[in-house]
C-alpha cells in the first residue's frame, strides 16, 4: 500500500512518541504540516479505516499508535519502489539510507534483512 506524505506525516510522528491523543497529535504536527485541527481528524479517521493506526482508550480519552512499526512500512514502501517501479533485481542499496534522520543503526539492519533476505546476526 503506497501512503500519502499526509499518512506519513502522521506516522513519522505516531512512531517518534505514541499513544497519542488527537490534539497531542495535531499539535505535534501544526509546525511542519500547518493542518487545521479538522484536517488532522480527517487524516486519523481515514488512516483509521485503512488500517495504519489503532484508536484505543486512555483514561476516556481516544488515543492512537501506528498499526505497523516504521521499518515494515519503510520496507514495504521501499521494496515496491525499488522492485516494481524501478525493477531493480539483486540486492537492494539499504547503504544509502544511512545518515537518514527517522532510522538508527538498528533499524537499518532490520530494514536491510526485510529487503535482501538477510540472516539476524548472532
Given at each position: 500500500?503506497?501512503?500519502?506524505?499526509?499518512?506519513?506525516?502522521v506516522l513519522k510522528?505516531l512512531?517518534?512518541?505514541?499513544p497519542?491523543?488527537?490534539?497531542?497529535?495535531?499539535?505535534?504536527?501544526?509546525?511542519r504540516?500547518?493542518?487545521?485541527?479538522?484536517?488532522?481528524?480527517?487524516?486519523?479517521?481515514?488512516?483509521?479505516?485503512?488500517?495504519l493506526?489503532?484508536?484505543?482508550?486512555?483514561?476516556?480519552?481516544a488515543?492512537?499508535?501506528?498499526a505497523?512499526?516504521k521499518?515494515?512500512v519503510?520496507?514495504n514502501?521501499?521494496?515496491?519502489?525499488?522492485r516494481?517501479?524501478?525493477?531493480v533485481?539483486?540486492?537492494?542499496?539499504?547503504?544509502?539510507?544511512?545518515?537518514?534522520?527517522?532510522?538508527?543503526?538498528?533499524?537499518?539492519?532490520?530494514?536491510?534483512?526485510?529487503?535482501?533476505?538477510?540472516?539476524?546476526k548472532?
Amino acid at each position: 500500500m503506497q501512503l500519502s506524505d499526509s499518512e506519513l506525516e502522521v506516522l513519522k510522528a505516531l512512531w517518534e512518541k505514541n499513544p497519542l491523543s488527537a490534539r497531542e497529535l495535531h499539535d505535534e504536527l501544526a509546525a511542519r504540516t500547518g493542518w487545521a485541527v479538522s484536517t488532522t481528524r480527517t487524516v486519523l479517521e481515514r488512516m483509521r479505516t485503512k488500517e495504519l493506526i489503532i484508536r484505543s482508550e486512555a483514561h476516556g480519552l481516544a488515543v492512537f499508535t501506528p498499526a505497523k512499526t516504521k521499518v515494515e512500512v519503510l520496507g514495504n514502501s521501499l521494496s515496491h519502489l525499488f522492485r516494481h517501479v524501478l525493477e531493480v533485481p539483486g540486492s537492494l542499496p539499504v547503504s544509502a539510507l544511512t545518515g537518514s534522520a527517522i532510522l538508527n543503526a538498528d533499524e537499518l539492519a532490520e530494514l536491510d534483512r526485510m529487503l535482501n533476505g538477510r540472516k539476524r546476526k548472532s
